[in-house]
C-alpha cells in the first residue's frame, strides 16, 4: 500500500496517544498473548486492551478490531501484531501494533473524519485534539483550607 504523505504524521500522533496504553499492554506475558491468538481467544485479547485503555481514555476510544497474530519461530524473538481501533469524536482510526522484545510500532491501516476537510493538515490536526479530548487525565489535588 502506498502510504499518503500525511500518514507519517498521523502515525506519530496516534503512537504518542497509546503510549502508555502500550506499556500496559506490554506487562502482559508475551506467551498468554500467543496462546490467546492460536486458540482464536480474542475476546480475552479485547478484555487486556479495554483494561489497559480505560486508565487513560474515555469508554469505547480505544478497543481491539479484528483480531491479531503471533510470529514465533526458534531462530528470532515472538513479535505480536494486535488490530486495534481508536474512536475519538469525530474520527475513526484503524491501525496494527506490533509489539516486540525490545520496540513497538504502529502501521496507520485507514483513518475517515466526519465531515472531512479537503485539507489534510487539517484534518490531522483535528486527530490530535479529538484524541486529546478522549484522554482521562488525572486531576490535581485539591488543596486543603487550612
Known amino acids: ?20 496504553v502500550v506499556s500496559e499492554l506490554r506487562m502482559i506475558d508475551v506467551a498468554d498473548y500467543i496462546a490467546f491468538i492460536r486458540m482464536e481467544r480474542f475476546s480475552s485479547i479485547a478484555d487486556l486492551v479495554d483494561s489497559a485503555a480505560e486508565l487513560y481514555f474515555m469508554p469505547g476510544t480505544l478497543r481491539l478490531g479484528h483480531g491479531g497474530e503471533a510470529h514465533s519461530a526458534w531462530e528470532m524473538p515472538p513479535r505480536i501484531a494486535l488490530d ?31 465531515n472531512a476537510s479537503e485539507d489534510a493538515d ?20 485539591m488543596l486543603k483550607a487550612g
Open 84 to 114: 486495534l481501533e481508536l474512536h475519538p469524536s469525530g474520527a475513526k482510526v484503524y491501525f496494527t501494533l506490533t509489539l516486540a522484545a525490545e520496540t513497538a510500532s504502529i502501521d496507520l491501516n485507514y483513518v475517515s473524519f466526519e
Open 122 to 141: 487539517l484534518n490531522t490536526m483535528r486527530l490530535k485534539t479529538s484524541l486529546d479530548a478522549a484522554r482521562i487525565r488525572a486531576s490535581e489535588p
Open 1 to 20: 500500500m502506498i502510504k499518503q504523505p500525511h500518514t507519517e504524521t498521523r502515525e506519530v500522533i496516534v503512537a504518542s496517544a497509546i503510549s502508555e
